[in-house]
């Protein structure tokens, strides 16, 4: 049974840092490409990161290029978010996605607030 289970989420003030992680079971992990995913409310589901299977490769949404990072560790079935310089609009439930080869398959998500 796939499972992506995030972790990591919270409140945090403009200019503040906040470490996502998305571990997975279920699958072999080294062979998906990873993907984090925001949905802030009245808006759609938007790309923040990608990284290819063996960590190679990488790709960001140009909102959070230099602010963020993606990185897995596959020993560890996991894949995480680094996110410095944070601000409001960075405001979203944070969600975790296993991309690539198909099916697609959802985490279940975690708040990240951005507010004083």
């Known amino acids: 049974q796939v499972q992506l289970v995030e972790s990591g989420g919270g409140l945090v003030q403009p200019g503040g840092s906040l470490r996502l992680s998305c571990a997975a079971s279920?699958?072999?992990?080294?062979?998906?490409?990873m993907s984090w995913y925001r949905q802030a409310p009245g808006k759609e589901r938007e790309l923040v990161a990608l990284?290819?299977?063996?960590?190679?490769?990488?790709n960001y949404a140009d909102s959070v290029k230099g602010r963020f990072t993606i990185s897995r560790d596959n020993s560890k079935n996991t894949v995480y978010l680094q996110m410095n310089s944070l601000k409001p609009e960075d405001t979203a439930v944070y969600y975790c996605?296993?991309?690539?080869?198909?099916?697609?398959?959802w985490g279940q998500g975690t708040q990240v607030t951005v507010s004083s």
């Open positions: 996605k296993r991309t690539s080869p198909p099916p697609g398959y």
């Open positions: 279920g699958f072999t992990f080294s062979r998906y490409t």
């Open positions: 990284i290819l299977s063996s960590g190679s490769g990488t």
